[in-house]
């Protein structure tokens, strides 16, 4: 999938880019506030104080755009974290740690927000459902590997990388109640659940 129609001959090349990312990123903007419902070419236009036929000259139409949102999110999901695991230390634990401590300790409240509208759009949008899935898959693939790298079989592999996604993002969504060290006690416990490998 590509963003859209852009020159590739001279300085006209970067600058086209940088606008369909411009639309892209405010496009995300928007799914993060209000759905996919609130991405609208005439709004996103507005906001980013240009023209509708700014918007054709790199899209189609609507839907180009919000597949480019798609492709821009799964890619992005994706590369996060393969990246987040690899530069989370040497050994397969510490990696596992130090995604616990990143998806438990700082919320990213934009992230979730806009991790939640597409989830929601997913549900009635095969293009959304097609994205969510691969992300799925690849997030699920990246705890596996580190389990498998403690020891486990591939099998309980599996099953701990679903289980510590489900957790970690799970774990974000949820009211807990009590003070923020009752809560901080209950997700590192939780997290040792899913480290502890004998």
């Known amino acids: 999938m590509q963003y ?15 606008a369909s990312q411009d639309w892209v990123a405010a496009g995300l903007a928007a799914l993060s506030k209000g759905g996919v419902g609130s991405v609208r070419v005439e709004v996103l236009a507005e906001r980013l104080g240009v023209t509708k036929g700014g918007f054709y000259r790199r899209f189609k139409d609507r839907r180009a755009l919000l597949n480019a949102i798609l492709e821009a999110w799964r890619d992005g999901r994706i590369k996060a974290i ?27 409240e934009q992230g979730m927000a806009i991790e939640l509208a597409i ?17 799925d898959t690849a997030r699920v693939k990246t705890a596996s590997s580190l389990y498998r790298s403690l020891g486990l079989s591939a099998k309980d592999a599996d099953a701990r990388a ?18 923020p060290r009752k809560r901080a ?11 502890d490998i004998e």
């Open 82 to 108: 393969e990246r987040q695991a690899e530069e989370g230390g040497k050994t397969s634990a510490e990696r596992i740690q130090s995604l616990t401590r990143l998806y438990t300790e700082r919320a990213n």
């Open 4 to 18: 859209g129609t852009v020159s590739r001959f001279g300085d006209g090349f970067a600058k086209d880019e940088d």
């Open 162 to 179: 679903v289980l510590f996604y489900a957790f970690l993002f799970g774990q974000s969504m949820m009211f807990l109640g009590g003070t």
């Open 119 to 135: 989830r929601q759009w997913a549900r009635n949008d095969p293009m959304a459902a097609a994205a969510v899935a691969i992300v």
């Open 185 to 195: 006690n209950l997700i590192a416990a939780c997290a040792s659940c899913l480290t």
